[in-house]
């Protein structure tokens, strides 16, 4: 049986249904061995964003951000 590979991969990967088992594998309701728990945040790295990266300083002025107020407690 030939497979069709898709345009694109990542379209394939269902994110819902890893971080469902995750989540539930977490809560102790399912059991996953360590190396479907690594392959699951894996494919979940590829096509989630990374939020430190995507996120945007904030607009007002005088609220810091976490690492200028952990400077500021140095």
Do not use: F, Y
């Not at 890893?18 to 061995?33: S, V």
């Not at 951000?65 to 952990?70: D, F, G, I, N, R």
């Amino acid at each position: 049986m030939t497979r069709k590979k898709p345009a694109d991969p990542r379209g394939g990967i269902d994110a819902p249904a890893l971080i469902e088992a995750l989540q539930r594998h977490a809560l102790g309701e399912k059991e996953m061995a360590a190396t479907q728990v690594s392959a699951a945040i894996a494919l979940l790295k590829k096509i989630l964003p990374d939020l430190p990266g995507s996120l945007h300083k904030p607009e007002d002025k005088n609220i810091k951000t976490h690492e200028e107020a952990l400077q500021d407690l140095a």
